[in-house]
């Protein structure tokens, strides 16, 4: 039976969407979530007008994806992003909200080295750029970086699945089919719950595997492309509102045509000047 939280989250102050409560979400109170079985949603961002719309929607939590390199940065993929652009753009998203629980990637070549680099890392993120959770890629590989953070008292958000910064060795496929992938994406799942995760993104898996992981796991489970019964639900912004040219991914649904809006208003913005009808008497200065 779902709480009385999770039937009406607007009315209640401790809801993660809808809430009353002004101050900043913290991994407590996602924590809390996930006893009272509430489901909710994040977004990326990557800049503060943004981040300010989203954080006046109510969204809880806003990841400074490194996909800020594909749709921010004009990157082929999420590998050329650096710790200096994810901080620069991480600290104009926390200056752009007021409640929400922003979250920074660890890029990249940040943490791969071992845990001394991914806490220097990550120290910066949320020193210079005022972040209040960090998260990673891997499994296993990642595990003593995420408990010498969680030592250090940065909160760590764990990233299995697909993880965009493999793509050249896993490329962009689903990842978890067959029973000794299931078996070791849910083990990594544990082992990072273990290591002190506070929470979990399961990226294109197979949704089976993914409700079998939320059901195992204390911490949240956050899915992008892994079905409906993960605990929250994480989409990249572009692709919800429709600026994302082209080809979108199966798993996003689109709420919005925005990439159509901004271009008639550019287009009737242009005719106006071609035309000589803007600026007009109500536009000038005497």
Same mark, same amino acid.
């Given at each position: 039976?779902?709480?009385?939280?999770?039937?009406n989250p607007s009315g209640d102050t401790k809801?993660?969407?809808?809430?009353?409560?002004?101050?900043?979400?913290?991994?407590?109170?996602?924590? !809390?979530?996930?006893?009272?079985?509430?489901?909710?949603?994040?977004?990326?961002?990557?800049?503060?007008?943004?981040?300010?719309?989203?954080?006046?929607?109510?969204?809880?939590?806003?990841?400074?994806?490194?996909?800020?390199? #594909?749709? %921010?940065?004009?990157?082929?993929?999420?590998?050329?992003?650096?710790?200096?652009?994810?901080?620069?753009?991480? *600290?104009?998203?926390?200056?752009?909200?007021?409640?929400?629980?922003?979250?920074?990637?660890?890029?990249?070549?940040?943490?791969?080295?071992?845990?001394?680099?991914a806490l220097r890392s990550a120290t910066r993120?949320?020193?210079?750029?005022?972040? +209040?959770?960090?998260?990673?890629? +891997? $499994?296993?590989?990642?595990?003593?970086?995420?408990?010498?953070?969680? /030592? *250090?008292?940065?909160?760590?958000?764990? %990233?299995? +699945?697909?993880?965009?910064?493999?793509? #050249?060795?896993?490329?962009?496929?689903? /990842?978890?089919?067959?029973?000794?992938?299931?078996?070791?994406?849910?083990?990594?799942?544990?082992?990072?719950?273990?290591? +002190?995760?506070?929470?979990?993104?399961?990226?294109?898996?197979?949704?089976?595997?993914? *409700?079998?992981?939320?059901?195992?796991?204390?911490?949240?489970?956050? $899915?992008?492309?892994?079905?409906?019964?993960?605990?929250?639900?994480?989409?990249?912004?572009?692709?919800?509102?429709?600026?994302?040219?082209?080809?979108?991914?199966?798993?996003?649904? /689109?709420?919005? #045509?925005?990439?159509?809006?901004? $271009?008639?208003?550019?287009?009737?913005? !242009?005719?106006?000047?071609?035309?000589?009808?803007?600026?007009?008497?109500? %536009?000038?200065?005497?």
């Amino acid at each position: 039976m779902k709480s009385e939280a999770a039937q009406n989250p607007s009315g209640d102050t401790k809801s993660l969407y809808g809430g009353t409560s002004t101050r900043r979400v913290t991994v407590h109170d996602i924590a !809390a979530a996930k006893r009272r079985g509430e489901k909710w949603p994040m977004l990326t961002a990557y800049d503060a007008m943004t981040a300010s719309v989203f954080d006046e929607a109510g969204i809880p939590v806003m990841l400074v994806g490194d996909s800020m390199g #594909n749709v %921010h940065l004009g990157y082929e993929t999420t590998v050329p992003v650096t710790l200096d652009e994810m901080t620069m753009l991480s *600290a104009a998203v926390v200056r752009g909200t007021k409640r929400a629980l922003v979250v920074g990637d660890l890029p990249f070549g940040s943490y791969q080295e071992g845990p001394v680099q991914a806490l220097r890392s990550a120290t910066r993120l949320v020193k210079d750029a005022g972040v +209040g959770a960090v998260k990673l890629e +891997g $499994g296993a590989r990642s595990l003593p970086q995420t408990e010498l953070l969680v /030592q *250090a008292g940065i909160p760590v958000m764990s %990233h299995l +699945g697909l993880t965009p910064q493999s793509v #050249n060795t896993l490329g962009y496929r689903v /990842q978890g089919r067959g029973d000794e992938a299931a078996h070791r994406l849910l083990h990594d799942a544990k082992s990072a719950q273990a290591a +002190g995760a506070f929470a979990v993104v399961l990226e294109l898996v197979p949704a089976e595997v993914a *409700a079998e992981v939320t059901r195992s796991l204390d911490i949240p489970t956050i $899915g992008i492309g892994a079905g409906p019964d993960t605990d929250a639900q994480v989409l990249v912004y572009t692709d919800m509102v429709g600026l994302t040219g082209g080809k979108v991914p199966r798993f996003t649904k /689109q709420y919005a #045509n925005l990439r159509q809006t901004l $271009g008639d208003a550019a287009k009737a913005f !242009a005719d106006e000047v071609v035309g000589g009808t803007f600026p007009q008497e109500e %536009h000038t200065f005497h």
